[in-house]
């Protein structure tokens, strides 16, 4: 059969297999190292400075909690200054999470896309 069972060494039916076992088989050939049950994922890196394209800017790529880049600008503005849904607090380990609302004496952090003057939006 081929959709339930493998036939291997030298004919001989292998019984089922797990399309899982398989797939791990060959990440763990790929990357090189098996991940254990448990583990978290990787952290998100530090923050990688960048040079933004359109302005020339200095800005900051962090990873979102979706696992998205954000171009971030560097320095904190208050959030009363900042439109709800733009503001960003980079957590401890670099990640960007979106504050949406906050305290009217907190800080935040803004995507660089947003006010970036080489763009023309």
């Known amino acids: 059969m081929t959709t339930n069972t493998q036939e291997r060494d030298g ?28 583990t978290p994922p990787a952290t ?6 960048a040079t933004c394209r359109d302005c020339g800017g ?14 971030v600008e560097p320095g904190a503005f208050p959030v009363h200054t900042v439109p709800a849904g733009q503001r960003w607090r980079i957590a401890p380990d670099g990640t960007a999470v979106n504050l949406g609302a906050g305290s009217p004496t907190d800080t935040c952090r803004i995507s660089h896309f947003y006010v970036c003057a080489g763009r023309g939006g």
């Open 58 to 71: 200095a800005a900051y790529w962090h990873r979102t909690v979706r696992g998205k880049w954000l171009l």
């Open 11 to 38: 004919g001989h039916d292998g019984g089922p297999f797990l399309l899982a076992k398989v797939l791990a088989d060959t990440l763990v050939a790929t990357i090189g190292r098996p991940r254990t049950a448990g």
């Open 44 to 49: 998100p890196a530090e923050p990688r400075p």
